[in-house]
């Protein structure tokens, strides 16, 4: 478990994890293994870069958003660049003003991230429209929908305003708060009228006028002597297909959800951080020690597993047609069968890791790195 990914709502309880995190280094005197070499690469896939374009550099986990042809895009010094993903062509390019710690959401209209001073900014084109103060940090997205703009802070309660004048619309408050929660995106996603959102280990539903809960499901259950044991937030991305959402608990479960019901449909162990995407079929997702996993979405169980990239540090994989597509943290963008996990291609964009999971806008591929390069590819 990656502690650096870890934060306490609560001053008492964040120093708690900084002195355990001090024990834990204190104790960790075993070098990490690393990974086998790879073999040469058999371009079975052929794979065309269409376009690239610039930004500053990426060295968080800023997720693109896709709106249709249009891709949204920012970079951690608040650079925010909307580009035709069909031509590569450039939008528009605006600065929000300070440094990230979420973004970006969009809804092709508006465009909104999140800035290390706790605010939540938003932009219509390359016009700041407004800015709001939030009362903790934030790492989730914010999420642009039905003119209104939803924020899941730290401790994952959620906030809503109206995305044309930010006035504030709601705030859910959580009863009870997590005791230690992840410095890393959430999940905060609509599926019909109803807006998900996780908190801690359960997938909740809520009304998205009033941001009263409709139904809690828990993904995983906190096991462990300890608070950064029982962690188990969801992290994003999800899959979804239809009313069928599936999650992963971080370090401890990937489910699946029915979400016109407010029901488990079933949940499997998995050590993983990063999130999941999937299909008709089936769900896929990398664990932490690089394995890739299919479950099949119908009931849960394992489809076939891959440790080609074991020991990797991966994102999670982006489900294009007949082949998924995953990021490394050596700036490697490896392409695999879906059907059962064979290479089939594999490049390096410009060298730096890939900064976030790659995402499908239009025709396109689209590859951000954590120094600020943009690139379009097209599978073959």
């Not at 996780?198 to 941001?211: D, E, F, S, T, V």
């Not at 297909?241 to 029901?263: F, I, K, L, P």
Request: proline share 6%; with cysteine.
């Amino acid at each position: 478990m990656n502690l650096k990914s870890i934060v306490a709502p609560a001053p008492a309880l964040r120093l708690a994890s900084l002195a355990l995190a001090a024990l834990l280094v204190a104790c960790s005197g075993t070098p990490k293994p690393k990974p086998a070499e790879l073999p040469p690469n058999v371009a079975v896939l052929g794979v065309n870069q269409a376009w690239s374009v610039r930004v500053p550099g990426v060295t968080l986990s800023l997720q693109p958003a896709v709106n249709g042809d249009t891709v949204t895009v920012a970079s951690t010094d608040g650079t925010v660049v909307a580009v035709d993903a069909r031509s590569g062509r450039e939008l528009w390019r605006a600065n929000a003003g300070a440094p990230l710690t979420a973004g970006v959401g969009s809804d092709g209209d508006l465009s909104a991230v999140v800035t290390r001073n706790n605010e939540v900014v938003v932009l219509q084109g390359a016009k700041v429209l407004w800015k709001e103060r939030l009362v903790a940090e934030t790492f989730t997205a914010p999420l642009v929908a039905g003119r209104r703009v939803f924020v899941q802070l730290a401790d994952r309660s959620t906030v809503a305003f109206d995305g044309q004048s930010g006035r504030r619309l709601w705030q859910q408050e959580r009863s009870a708060g997590e005791a230690l929660v992840l410095r890393r995106p959430g999940v905060l996603q609509p599926v019909g009228d109803t807006l998900l959102a996780g908190a801690g280990a359960r997938l909740i539903g809520m009304n998205p006028g009033n941001g009263a809960s409709r139904w809690e499901v828990p993904v995983a259950s906190p096991r462990g002597t300890n608070d950064v044991e029982r962690l188990v937030d969801l992290t994003g991305p999800v899959s979804r297909v239809g009313d069928n959402v599936c999650a992963r608990a971080y370090y401890a479960a990937v489910g699946c959800v029915d979400t016109s019901r407010g029901a488990l449909l079933w949940t499997q162990p998995a050590v993983g951080a990063t999130g999941v995407t999937g299909d008709a079929d089936r769900v896929y997702g990398t664990e932490a020690n690089g394995t890739l996993v299919a479950w099949n979405r119908a009931n849960g169980s394992r489809a076939w597993s891959s440790d080609r990239l074991r020991l990797r540090a991966l994102t999670a994989p982006l489900v294009v047609g007949n082949t998924l597509i995953v990021g490394e943290d050596t700036g490697t963008l490896h392409f695999f069968a879906k059907a059962d996990g064979a290479p089939v291609n594999r490049l390096q964009p410009d060298g730096s890791a890939i900064a976030a999971t790659p995402v499908m806008a239009g025709n396109t591929v689209v590859v951000v790195t954590r120094n600020g390069g943009v690139f379009g590819y097209r599978p073959e």
